[in-house]
Antibody, heavy 123, light 106 residues
Framework: EVQVVESGGGLVQPGGSLRLSCSAS????????MHWVRQAPGKGLEYVSTISSHGASIYYADSVKGRFSISRDNSKNTVYLQMSSLSAEDTAVYYC????????????????WGQGTMVTVSS | SYEVTQPPSVSVSPGQTASITCSGD??????ACWYQQKPGQSPVLVIYQDVKRPSGIPERFSGSNSGNTATLTISGTQAMDEADYYC?????????FGGGTKLTVL
């Protein structure tokens, strides 16, 4: 079964940091791009970040650029999202998503979604 | 910056055809994808590259994309199709999601 499982969410104070992990199984991890998408409570989907199959291409939404860092370890079938300088606006469920293709872009899609991990930024 | 826009809500009677639109400047020049999200669940990809259905997605889901509008069409809508639907497209190296459309089957 193809699946991705997020972990690492929780409660963090404003200005703090958190690292999310996403463990993948059931597919050849090193052949597809991986993405993070978030959803604030009661709101729509918001794109966060993307990393290509071998990490050569990395993209960020403007809202997280300079604060978040995406990485992957193909030997562990895991993708990470390092988040820093967190604010209340970052409170959301964070979804790890498998892409369809190796190099993200015009023909990629968000194929398989994890169950999400909740990040709450509050004092 | 590029944006894609969806109607907030669409209503349809069971068995009828539902159409959900997604509008953006020259959207037809990009690939559109559609996601279904039911309450308390993660989104599910239902259409990608404008017209393709992932395995396991019923044939009643179809897509089109031309000009400035992409459309998700659900034929013979069932009660189980009631959900939020999001369109998505790539613009250069970033991703745009529409605001979502709540489909009500009544």
């Amino acid at each position: 079964e193809v699946q991705v499982v997020e972990s690492g969410g929780g409660l963090v104070q404003p200005g703090g940091s958190l690292r999310l992990s996403c463990s993948a199984s059931g597919f050849t991890f090193s052949t597809v791009a991986m993405h993070w998408v978030r959803q604030a409570p009661g709101k729509g989907l918001e794109y966060v970040s993307t990393i290509s199959s071998h990490g050569a291409s990395i993209y960020y939404a403007d809202s997280v650029k300079g604060r978040f860092s995406i990485s992957r370890d193909n030997s562990k079938n895991t993708v990470y999202l390092q988040m820093s300088s967190l604010s209340a606006e970052d409170t959301a469920v964070y979804y790890c998503v498998k892409g369809l293709v190796e190099q993200p872009g015009w023909n990629d899609a968000f194929d398989i979604w994890g169950q999400g991990t909740m990040v709450t930024v509050s004092s | 910056s590029y944006e894609v826009t969806q109607p907030p809500s669409v209503s349809v009677s069971p068995g009828q055809t539902a159409s959900i639109t997604c509008s953006g400047d020259k959207l037809g020049d990009k690939f559109a994808c559609w996601y279904q999200q039911k309450p308390g669940q993660s989104p599910v990809l239902v259409i990608y590259q404008d017209v393709k259905r992932p395995s396991g997605i019923p044939e009643r889901f179809s897509g089109s994309n031309s000009g400035n509008t992409a459309t998700l069409t659900i034929s013979g809508t069932q009660a189980m199709d009631e959900a939020d639907y999001y369109c998505q497209a790539w613009d250069s190296s970033t991703v745009l999601f529409g605001g979502g459309t709540k489909l009500t089957v009544l």
